[in-house]
Each structure stands twice: as C-alpha cells, then as structure tokens.
T-cell receptor, first 114, second 113 residues
Framework: GENVEQHPSTLSVQEGDSAVIKCTYS??????FPWYKQELGKRPQLIID?????GEKKDQRIAVTLNKTAKHFSLHITETQPEDSAVYFC?????????????FGGGTRVLVKP | DADVTQTPRNRITKTGKRIMLECSQT?????MYWYRQDPGLGLRLIYY???????NKGEISDGYSVSRQAQAKFSLSLESAIPNQTALYFC????????????FGQGTRLTVV
C-alpha cells in the first residue's frame, strides 16, 4: 500500500520567514495530494491540494509543488504569521471511480515565533 | 462545522470494556472513514466504508470493528479495550469520486486505563 513520509516533524520559524514541509510517497499511481492544517484542539481542515497533472499551485501565502518523477511534494508558507502555528499533514491518494483512500504523513508541528 | 458529529467527545474506559464511538453526518456523503491520531504518527486509517453495505479494513484494523447502519452513520467499536488504544479518534466523510476534500468530525479523545 501507499506510504507517506513527512519531514521535519517540528519546525520553528520567525514571524515573516518562510516555512517548507516536504513529503515523499511510495505509490507511483497516487495522483491527489492534499494538505491539512490542524490547530490546537481542533479537527484537521483542508488548506490546499494538488493533482498530478499540475506541478505547482498557489493560494495567497501558501503553495504546493509536486515532483512526480521523484515522488515528492512540498508545502511552502511565505510571510509566516502567528496564526500559521499548527500541525500540518500531507496526504496522498489515487482518485478513481471507487473512491479514494487518503494516506497521511506523520505531521509537522509548526511554531511561528513573534 | 456540525456537518460531521462524533459522540462522545471524551471518554475514559477500563481495560477489557467494550466501547462504541459514533459518527453521524448531514453532508449526504457516501464515503466515511475512521482514523486514529497518535503523537508523531499522524492520522492512521482504521476502517472505511463507501456505502451502507461496504466495509473495508484500513491500515490498523486489528482490535476494532465498525458498523455502517445507514448512509449517515458509521460506528467504531472496541470489543475489548486495551491501553494502547488510547488516542484521538476522528471520523471523516467524502463525497463521491468527483469529491476529494475530507470533512472531519471534532474528534473523540479516548483513554483506556
């Protein structure tokens, strides 16, 4: 089955700096890669996703890049703010008619220091 | 977001007891999932269901069972709870094959003593 590894497990950045989280996956058939943000005590929420037919996607201060050849994808947060402090999860799945099962990475705890 | 509701929110139980966690959703989604979250291990899939008559084992199904009583309800049972099942449990739903975002419940914090 699919295996997703996520690094680093913790990341501390100064407010205004950039944060980068990297994930690798094992199943070359995976074609959908979402990122979830989980604030302290709350449920995970989707923040951005990317499909395999796209190499990069941006939404304001966050962006995801995908390298299918190397089987890795990354989340980039620019101009970090204290409210970006949370645990971030990457995931991978295969979209098909029978539905898709997400496999999650281990999570990255991001702390933005004011 | 009350679209996906988990009960109870917190539970402490003793080793060997049977316990059921319930999940209900008003989003009309076919697909429902149970995950457990442990520090440093992220979200791991326990069971999932694509339809009322469909049950599938996930990554860590041993020691758990599920029941999909209706499209809107998906229950997770621990037949004989053990301490290493202490974790935060999340239910999630997804729409059909064209839908990709998973919607999570608020989570159930289970402690087995």
């Amino acid at each position: 089955g699919e295996n997703v590894e996520q690094h680093p497990s913790t990341l501390s950045v100064q407010e205004g700096d950039s944060a980068v989280i990297k994930c690798t996956y094992s199943d070359s058939a995976s074609n959908y890669f979402p990122w979830y943000k989980q604030e302290l005590g709350k449920r995970p929420q989707l923040i951005i996703d990317i499909r395999s037919n796209v190499g990069e996607k941006k939404d304001q201060r966050i962006a995801v890049t995908l390298n299918k050849t190397a089987k890795h994808f990354s989340l980039h947060i620019t101009e970090t703010q204290p409210e970006d402090s949370a645990v971030y999860f990457c995931a991978a799945s295969i979209i098909k008619a029978a539905g898709n099962k997400l496999t999650f990475g281990g999570g990255t705890r991001v702390l933005v220091k004011p | 977001d009350a679209d996906v509701t988990q009960t109870p929110r917190n539970r402490i139980t003793k080793t060997g007891k049977r316990i059921m966690l319930e999940c209900s959703q008003t989003k009309g989604h076919d697909r429902m999932y149970w995950y457990r979250q442990d520090p440093g291990l992220g979200l791991r899939l326990i069971y999932y269901s694509f339809d009322v008559k469909d049950i599938n084992k996930g990554e860590i199904s041993d020691g758990y069972s599920v029941s999909r009583q209706a499209q809107a309800k998906f229950s997770l049972s621990l037949e004989s709870a053990i301490p290493n099942q202490t974790a935060l449990y999340f239910c999630a739903t997804k729409s059909d094959d064209r839908g990709t975002e998973a919607f999570f419940g608020q989570g159930t914090r289970l402690t087995v003593v």
